[in-house]
């Protein structure tokens, strides 16, 4: 007995709820909010089912009151980006990242002296072109439409960057050249290499006899041309022949012996002479030998299809134009200057409705 | 060549040699294009050792006392405005007087050369009583928005934002009318529900292109504070500050004296929580000590217990 009266008067002295500092205050009756919900379902307590319902409720509702308390409880986080009210935050959080990083590298190379850099030295920087996404590709990185005037602004801070990113590398800085590169690979599109390739010509290999194999179109025609040096002949002309001493005149300073090749050029299997009876084709096809002064080092051989006796030729022309720069890459210059390489773009006109031909006009007819 | 050396009283010694030399290399460099990293190295070694030379030259030159720099004004702000500043600053150019508004007449000095002067004796106590409020909302934990929609004033947002860490927003390009109100749409629910959206303060720095700002501030009961020229009713903002609204210079002293305003309010906010932290930390070592003590004591025997029956 004793000891029930203790537990007892123990039970007593122990407080019977806790007082602790995180209760909630006491809130009126009038304020609280009841909802349809709760007395439909005749629930006295809150289990899981009319919580889900109450839920769903209130997200299906809209608070388009704007002196409910719960719009700007100071409960509530402030929002995370600087940019917030400007309605486009990743834009503008975005634009000053890249604001920042251009006035922190540019700090850095000026205490290397590598800025202001003089006209001399921007010259001999290395070319690093890029290419950036396009304004569609930006719109999911910046979450907001890249209309014109924002990508060029984007597109100008990157320009700069990337000249940065140039005297870095060329200046030897790996670091800082990293560090600008990681940045930069973010809004680089992923076709760079695809589109800084268009245009580039593959060099062209000489096979293990040392010929070269080429293409040369022009309008409809098509030529596959071999060119192989021609071997010099073993026995030089002139050389066992002594003319001067037989005419007794071997004082006189002898001229240097010319080493004189003949070239022969094969198309479709016959002679130039033969393949193309008229003398324009035969020089249209002989002006790159010229124009390089390789007039007698190249044996071509020649396979060409399709149109017209002008068309073949031109064909051809362009594939020696393009052998002898496989042969001879300085000559590259004025086989271009020549327009040699240049594979010609006209093409036959089509021609039109209401036109007799490409150009050509019905006679005008005053009634 | 003989090289003339100077006898000084202090060990760093010149030769003119030396000069001679580095202009000669700097000349040579203009010509050549930079090949190899070694150029680039010789190119910046040059660099390195002119900017040396002009160093250590400059110590035998005039002594300079202040180091103001012309970028200041923006990234050094002042805490508070002087009289001086502000005229320097071109705070009390207002508009043509013709255009004058007749509410501003209380803040107007006069007309001069057609336009009419602003009398910055009423713009320091105002400007003064503004930075007041910017302290109190930053104190209390608000949220304050910096508008500045020009080109020139838009870092000065910025800046002015960022002094006031989380605390501090900035809108510079343009406002989005609906910002405040048809934020629902604006925003999203979630954001709505979880973020606190409306602002405790809004501060323009020009409000005539941020009408918009301004009416929706109104409507959703934000106080606001404008840099008001003589060409806009002071009315239309809780805290007008009369001053130049086209001058960056003045927007500088301005957002820099509201900006330091609001980065004191908020080191006053963190003294305070800390000092009441601590003084719950004590309180509770306190508590847990009595606890301790009245644990350790004797278990008392009650009245009951005493009779034995």
């Known amino acids: ?367 | 060549m003989h090289s003339l050396r100077l006898r000084l009283s202090n060990p760093v010694r010149f030769s003119f040699k030396f000069c001679k030399n580095c202009t000669r290399q700097l000349s040579q460099q203009a010509q050549g294009p930079l090949e190899t990293e070694n150029d680039w190295t010789d190119f910046q070694q040059t660099r390195t050792s002119l900017k040396t030379l002009m160093d250590a030259m400059s110590q035998y030159g005039s002594t300079q006392t202040s180091q103001w720099s012309l970028r200041d004004s923006l990234h050094r702000p002042t805490k508070d405005a002087t009289l001086s500043a502000l005229l320097a600053s071109g705070a009390h150019f207002g508009h043509a007087s013709s255009r004058m508004n007749p509410n501003f007449l209380p803040y107007a000095y006069g007309t001069r050369a057609g336009i009419t002067l602003i009398d910055l004796d009423h713009t320091l106590p105002l400007l003064r009583r503004a930075a007041k409020v910017v302290r109190a909302v930053a104190a209390n934990d608000g949220q304050i928005v910096f508008i500045g929609t020009r080109a020139d004033i838009r870092p000065v947002v910025q800046k002015a934002a960022q002094r006031l860490g989380t605390q501090g927003f900035h809108v510079g390009d343009r406002w989005l009318p609906g910002t405040l109100t048809n934020k629902w749409q604006m925003f999203g629910h979630e954001t709505v529900r979880s973020k606190r959206i409306v602002p405790d303060l809004v501060i323009l720095l020009n409000p005539i292109q941020n009408m918009n700002a301004i009416q929706e501030c109104a409507l959703s009961n934000v106080p606001t504070i404008a840099i008001v020229d003589s060409n806009v009713d002071p009315r239309i903002v809780m805290y007008p500050i009369p001053a130049n609204d086209e001058s960056p210079r003045t927007a500088e002293i301005i957002a820099g004296v509201l900006s330091i305003a609001g980065r004191e309010g908020i080191a006053i906010r963190e003294a305070e929580t800390q000092r009441m932290r601590m003084a719950v930390d004590s309180a509770w070592e306190d508590f847990n000590k009595m606890q301790v003590m009245q644990d350790t004591r004797q278990p008392q025997r009650s009245d009951a217990e005493a009779f034995d029956y």
Not at chain 1, 254 to 277: C, D, G, K, M, Q
């Open chain 1, 1 to 367: 007995m004793n000891v029930l009266r203790s537990q007892a008067f123990s039970v007593l002295r122990r407080p019977l709820c806790r007082r602790l500092a995180t209760t909630r205050p006491f809130v009126p009756p009038a304020q609280l909010v009841f909802h349809d919900t709760l007395f439909a379902a005749g629930a006295k307590e809150l289990d899981d089912n009319t919580v889900d319902a109450l839920e769903a409720e209130t997200n299906e509702r809209e608070f388009e009151d704007d002196d409910f308390d719960a719009n700007n409880s100071q409960d509530k986080a402030h929002p995370d980006s600087l940019n917030f009210y400007t309605g486009r935050s990743s834009y503008y959080d975005n634009i000053v990242e890249l604001q920042n990083a251009i006035s922190r590298t540019r700090g850095t190379l000026q205490r290397l002296h590598l800025l202001p850099l003089p006209e001399f030295a921007w010259k001999s920087l290395k070319p690093m072109p890029t290419v950036w996404k396009t304004p569609e590709e930006m719109t999911t990185d910046f979450e907001t439409a890249m209309t014109i005037s924002r990508y060029r602004k984007v597109t100008a801070l990157l320009n700069e960057l990337n000249e940065y990113l140039r005297i870095a590398t060329t200046a030897g800085y790996a670091d800082v050249a990293e560090r600008i590169g990681s940045i930069i690979s973010i809004f680089e599109s992923g076709k760079k290499e695809a589109f800084l390739a268009r245009g580039v010509r593959k060099p062209v290999q000489l096979d293990q006899y040392g010929r070269s194999y080429t293409f040369g179109k022009r309008k409809t025609s098509a030529a596959r041309v071999w060119m192989i040096p021609v071997k010099p002949p073993s026995r030089q002309l002139g050389s066992d022949v002594n003319v001067e001493e037989a005419f007794g005149l071997s004082d006189k300073p002898r001229r240097p012996p010319v080493n004189v090749t003949v070239s022969t050029i094969l198309i479709n299997n016959l002679p130039i002479a033969e393949y193309f009876p008229q003398p324009v084709d035969r020089e249209r096809i002989v002006r790159p030998l010229k124009i390089a002064g390789v007039l007698g080092k190249y044996n071509v051989f020649t396979i060409v299809r399709g149109g017209g006796t002008t068309g073949q030729s031109g064909a051809v022309a362009h594939g020696i134009a393009k052998g002898i720069f496989a042969h001879e890459p300085e000559t590259g210059a004025i086989l271009k200057r020549a327009k040699l390489l240049r594979r010609d773009p006209r093409m036959v006109e089509r021609k039109k409705t209401g036109l007799a031909k490409a150009r050509k006009r019905y006679t005008w007819v005053k009634r």
